[in-house]
């Protein structure tokens, strides 16, 4: 058949189907050559193995069929990359399957299916309805079993945070399991009457009470040059705020001077301090 050479329009030259006969080299620029090259290899034809002999003013290629060994190790070639696409395929899907093989639960999906007992004011349908408009970013309230409002103000694959009622709250942590350690959700009740004051419980994925974590002593919030009457106070009223360190990790808790008057606030500033304590129920706090 005679084409017309991609390498040199202007030029006209005998070519093959994997190889061209101008001085550009064999199949390199030749109308579907890389692609015929490579049948022909799997027919028993290798192009790159062609041996050039003179023909006028140019070498023309001549073509050498492989032998039966080298038609059995290049399909082995091929029987090679074919299994070893194969095997990463499959250990992409395993890895990407790997949560539901280990049986882990997202947080999300226990929210939704929680007993009506951790969330009296909420029903199934509540929680999927606050859930919906939350992923949506819809900002919108549904109306809970108090005649009052509910939403969720944050959520992620492993953090929640509802605004139960005007004063009051929950939030939720997905605690990863590390080493034998299960998956545990730590829940934080946070009421507000006016100063804010925190419970918080620990549960197994389904929702089994695994019991109260253990909140600091008020002495742990104070230093030596807190107020007298400041501390007697905020030590008898014994109210803390618990929150989420950035990485869930354990716990914030900081006592409130909304009991205080302007100038006991005022005198108690740098010698109030946050504590941070682990998140472990109270047998396991006291057995470290």
């Known amino acids: 058949m005679r084409r017309t050479c991609a390498a040199k329009p202007s030029t006209c030259c005998w070519c093959s189907w994997a190889w061209c006969s101008c001085l550009w080299g064999p199949g390199e620029y030749a109308p579907g050559g890389g692609a015929v090259e490579r049948a022909r290899i799997g027919s028993g034809y290798n192009a790159t193995a062609m041996q050039p002999r003179k023909y006028g003013n140019q070498d023309k290629p001549t073509r050498k069929r492989l032998s039966s060994r080298e038609r059995a190790e290049t399909t082995y070639e091929l029987i090679h990359i074919n299994m070893s696409k194969r095997i990463q395929t499959i250990i992409l899907g395993m890895l990407t399957l790997q949560p539901l093989a280990w049986g882990q639960v997202t947080l999300r999906d226990a929210f939704a299916n929680a007993p009506d ?18 992923e949506g970013n819809v900002t919108m309230e549904v109306n809970n079993l108090a005649n009052g409002k509910t939403r969720i103000d944050s959520i992620t694959h492993d953090y929640l945070r509802i605004q139960m009622t005007p004063r009051s709250r929950v939030e939720l942590r997905m605690l990863q399991a590390a080493g034998q350690a299960p998956q545990r959700i730590c829940v934080i009740h946070t009421c507000k ?53 950035g990485d869930g990790a354990s716990l914030i808790w900081t006592m409130p001077t909304t009991e205080l008057n302007k100038a006991q606030r005022k005198a108690s500033e740098g010698h109030l301090h946050s504590v941070t304590t682990a998140i472990l129920p109270k047998t396991a706090a006291k057995q470290e």
Request: hydrophobic residues 40%.
């Open 193 to 245: 009457g006016p100063a804010e004051d925190s419970h918080v419980t620990l549960y197994a994925t389904d929702w089994t009470p695994l019991g109260q974590v253990e909140r600091p002593r008020a002495e742990e919030f104070f230093d030596e040059g807190m107020e007298r009457e400041a501390r007697g106070i905020l030590t008898d009223l014994s109210l803390m705020r618990a929150t989420f360190s």
């Open 117 to 134: 007992s951790i969330f009296p004011l909420l029903t199934r349908n509540n929680r999927l309805d606050c859930l919906d408009f939350a």
